[in-house]
């Protein structure tokens, strides 16, 4: 029975934040799609602060480790963008819309170009942009699931209010996926089913959870700290410095409403999950 639970609440928060997102990315929201990168940004700087550094913080590991454990996550998330094998993808994205690659040459250096040559290398570029976003996505679902069966393991009602809480705070981060993978993917149904499958990989950590709940229990609050810096080097590497334009006051009253949106839907969360404890 808890396994099942398990399994439904997993699959509800991976794939149901994503569908959710897409309805509010496509629909809803669909005029202001250029805002959803301010939204993402609040989003993954208030879960990691607000929710799951305090989260692992509260338990018996050492304040001293923990700090240790995001720095050190910090430097790997560096050091695996700077070896072009961990880019979330936004930059990838944007420069596609305006019909441009990151780093695209200018004037005679760019006439000296090949046309065919930098099709290729856009199209490579895309491409990896899209599978960045989606490996991402999967560890991070992946994670999810762990802590969502943790949950369960402890109470069936805890487990109902962490898929919850998940679902919650995965929308805003799936709608800045669905952006970036729509700008390579041939239609939204496409970048869909794309991430919908990263988020199924929610339920395999459930089940793997359920299996191992007792061995993994310790190790937790680590991978709390993992999936913060994680987030933070993300927020602060990737999405915010394409935030930082010279734009009107108006423009940038809406960037910072936006990631206070973004902020507060995460802030919500956290305080309703917090007065259920």
């Known amino acids: 029975m808890t396994l099942l639970a ?13 569908w959710l997102a897409a309805w509010l990315s496509f629909g ?45 996550g910090l430097v790997f998330f560096f050091l695996l963008d ?9 930059e990838h994205g944007q420069a596609y819309h305006h019909g441009h ?9 760019h006439k000296a170009r090949d046309h065919g040559h930098l099709h290729d290398h856009h199209a490579k570029d895309k491409l990896g942009g899209q599978w960045a976003v989606l490996a991402g996505d999967s560890v991070h679902c992946f994670g999810d699931g762990i802590l969502i069966a943790s949950a369960f393991m402890a109470d069936m009602r805890l487990g109902v209010i962490a898929a919850l809480a998940v679902l919650a705070h995965e929308v805003p981060h799936h709608m800045g996926d669905l952006a970036v993978l729509r700008q390579g993917c ?4 496409a970048a869909i089913v794309k991430v919908s499958m990263a988020g199924a990989v929610t339920a395999l950590g459930g089940a793997l959870g359920y299996v191992l709940v007792d061995a993994l229990h310790d190790w937790l609050p680590y991978f709390l700290v993992v999936a913060s810096s994680s987030f933070v080097y993300v927020a602060l590497a990737d999405l915010i410095p394409q935030l930082q334009k010279r734009l009107s006051a ?9 990631l206070a949106v973004g902020m507060g839907m995460v802030l919500v969360v ?8």
């Not at 990168?37 to 304040?63: K, M, Q, R, V």
């Not at 956290?270 to 404890?277: E, F, Y």
């Open 6 to 18: 398990i399994l439904v609440g997993t699959l509800v928060a991976g794939i149901g934040s994503v």
């Open 28 to 72: 809803v929201l669909n005029r202001y799609t250029q805002h959803m990168l301010s939204l993402a940004a609040g989003a993954l700087l208030a879960t990691a602060f607000l929710h799951l550094l305090p989260e692992a913080f509260e338990s018996e590991a050492g304040a001293h480790e923990l700090f240790l454990t995001l720095l050190i």
């Open 82 to 90: 700077k070896a072009q094998l961990w880019h979330h993808g936004h």
């Open 101 to 109: 690659a990151p780093g695209q040459l200018s004037g005679h250096d």
């Open 186 to 189: 041939s239609s939204r149904k």
């Open 250 to 258: 108006r423009q940038t009253a809406e960037q910072i409403l936006w």
């Open 270 to 277: 956290s305080v309703l999950a917090g007065h259920q404890h």
